[in-house]
């Protein structure tokens, strides 16, 4: 018996010592624990996707020389699922698990936000564009076919994430269910509370079974948690500065205890085209903090860095002044890391502020990564974009149709009608999305801006002539209720004098997926579409900062990198080159110019970024 009763008891330490080991990070006794003590939890956000892949390195040490023992990333399911079937983990800065164990490298824990819906400023609040192509689908809701999607992306995501949990000897400590949930009831009252119950605690439901571990936590505005809340997961709050608010908050939703954090502490704000650039001070946000830490509040800087939009990931919200708000390429954020990875006061104040309140040691400052200027890059190169357009094979129907009909998911489409009869009078197309220049016969008419509600213009079309119109989708709404109406391009019917245009529309598909290809050089007439190349050596490299004051609307490529958009309007007047992306010899700029107001022949690059000049 003796034996037996032994060996009872060996087998139960055993299982205790396994359970130990599983449960290295847990939220217990109103704390978050590690390795059986108490910790606080002071992290910053930065996603993988806006920072080059070989300054991610960099990053983090800034935010650890910042104070923080933590970042906390978004997941992008659309960056990641670029087509059905089609997943990408490691081109580019796509691989988040060497992100992760990078972090953990540097000291940092990890905390992940898989979405499926992240919001952040990202194209389409991270959803594939092609789910709208299914007429069944209801994006963000109690639908079976939405719901499989999400399956399919919770499972595939957990792959990269679980060998990097904690509790399994990796850094990540912490995984968000779905995100700002709670917004989104308030929202969408059209939609049953027992429909948005449900598809919460299934998406819920759908992370634990795919191997995610958590501990789980949601993230709403305080007064949102009614909604967003989920049993089973600890509720943080977004922008809440008041302790007193987010501790009664937390109590009514996790059995009367805490840990209490802000999962989005905002140090900075967005910054939509023709807006101010937002900028919010470093005192405010110092005393802010230091409330934070004196009140024994966890919380996380959304962002600590911000970045870049690169290409078209940018998404875009919406007022009641304006149908579409397209987000700017930078993703500065007035964040304490700026763009380009520098120290700003805000940085510094949060540093010293640190120092005071924490045990663990704060390293120093990494150098900044060298800056240069570009006197001269000549564009010794251009060529008709409407010719380079057209050059591929159209596809023609009865009515104009939407990119996701055509298959395309960004960039541009070219909508071109021929006319057997003159017409004059108002062009209206309501289902502009989003920004248009519009050409008769070859020649420039006019342009339309979903922006400024404008969908409509005069014009005359002669005998046997030709109406092209140029799109270009901004960026899909990534927040609010209409974000469920996010099909782009021309959606629904042209019309000249209320009379539908219909039969023979042709649509040529210019996604601009790759940097276009510019042989030879022409002369264009201005205010025609153009494409311009040029390639430059260099005796230095390092970041630089484009000078697109004198352009009008556009994207530029270097050396294959798409950095963005650019538009006149501003108040980001500058694109960030990263020096990464550079070489000394055979370099190669292209610039796609929609507006082509006047030739242009050179472009240079800056010391400096500018953010905050509107040009109206």
């Known amino acids: 018996m003796r034996i037996l009763s032994n060996l009872i008891i060996l087998f139960c330490l055993v299982g205790f010592s396994m359970q130990a080991q599983k449960e290295v990070f847990k939220i217990e006794d109103g704390n978050f624990q590690y390795k059986g003590e108490p910790i606080h939890i002071y992290s910053g956000e930065m996603h993988y996707s806006r920072i080059p892949k070989p300054y991610w390195r960099h990053r983090m040490k800034m935010v650890k020389a910042m104070g923080l023992n933590a970042i906390t990333t978004y997941v992008f399911w659309n960056y990641h699922n670029t087509a059905p079937g089609e997943w990408d983990w490691t081109s580019g800065n796509k691989n988040l698990q060497e992100y992760i164990k990078m972090a953990e490298e540097e000291g940092l824990f990890v905390i992940v936000r898989p979405g499926p819906y992240v919001c952040a400023e990202w194209e389409f609040g991270g959803y594939p564009w092609w789910l709208q192509k299914n007429p069944e689908l209801k994006i963000r809701q109690n639908n079976e076919a939405f719901l499989d999607s999400c399956r399919t992306y919770i499972n595939e995501l957990a792959t990269q994430i679980k060998p990097l949990q904690v509790n399994k000897g990796g850094n990540v400590i912490m995984v968000q269910a779905e995100n700002e949930f709670g917004s989104f009831v308030s929202q969408r009252e059209d939609i049953a509370a027992e429909d948005h119950k449900a598809y919460k605690q299934k998406i819920f439901k759908m992370l634990k079974e795919s191997g995610l571990e958590g501990p789980f936590f949601t993230s709403d505005g305080t007064w949102l948690f009614e909604g967003g809340a989920v049993e089973g997961a600890l509720p943080t709050a977004n922008g ?90 930078s993703y500065d954020y007035d964040a304490p ?34 800056v240069i200027s570009i ?59 989003d920004f248009a220049t519009v050409y008769v016969n070859g020649k420039y008419v006019g342009k339309l801006n979903r922006m400024n509600n404008e969908y409509e213009m005069d014009i005359k079309i002669p005998f046997n002539g030709s109406l092209e119109i140029l799109v270009e989708n901004m960026g899909r709404i990534n927040y609010g209720a209409k974000m469920t109406e996010n099909k782009k391009g021309i959606i629904s019917a042209v019309s000249i004098n209320d009379y539908e245009i219909s ?52 994207i530029v490529f270097i050396n294959g990198h798409n950095l963005g958009r650019y538009w006149n309007v501003g108040p980001q007047q500058t694109l960030y080159l990263p020096g990464c992306w550079l070489k000394e010899k055979g370099n190669e700029i292209t610039i796609f110019e929609q507006l082509n107001e006047d030739s242009k022949s050179t472009i240079s690059g800056l010391v400096k970024p500018i953010l905050e000049s509107l040009s109206q």
């Open 240 to 329: 809440e500065n008041n302790v007193n608010n987010l501790k009664k908050a937390v109590n009514k939703y996790h059995h009367n205890e805490g840990p209490y954090m802000v999962a989005e502490f905002y140090p900075g704000w967005l910054d939509h085209w023709a807006e101010p650039f937002t900028r919010i001070g470093a005192d405010a946000i110092a005393k802010q903090t230091e409330v934070y830490l004196k009140n024994e509040v966890d919380f996380n800087f959304y962002m600590v860095h911000g970045g870049t939009n690169f290409a078209f990931t940018s998404g875009a919200n919406y007022n009641e002044d304006h149908d579409i708000q397209p987000d700017i390429t």
């Open 337 to 370: 890391i700026s763009e380009p990875g520098w120290v700003t006061p805000k940085y510094t104040a949060i540093r010293e502020l640190m120092k005071k309140y924490v045990a663990y040691d704060i390293p120093e400052i990494p150098k900044q990564i060298p």
């Open 375 to 433: 006197p001269e890059i000549k564009l010794d190169k251009k060529q008709s974009a409407l010719k380079m357009i057209k050059k591929s094979e159209p596809v023609i129907a009865d009515t104009p149709m939407s990119f996701e009909a055509l298959d395309q998911g960004y960039g541009y489409v070219l909508y071109r009608k021929k006319f057997t009869q003159p017409i004059n009078g108002k062009l209206q197309i309501p289902g502009l999305r």
């Open 503 to 554: 039969g023979g529309w042709e649509m040529y598909k210019a996604p601009f997926k790759d940097s276009p290809k510019v042989k030879a050089s022409e002369e264009i007439k201005e205010k025609l579409p153009v494409v311009y190349s040029g390639n430059f050596d260099l005796y230095e490299i390092g970041d630089t900062f484009l000078d697109m004051q004198d352009w009008g609307k556009g």
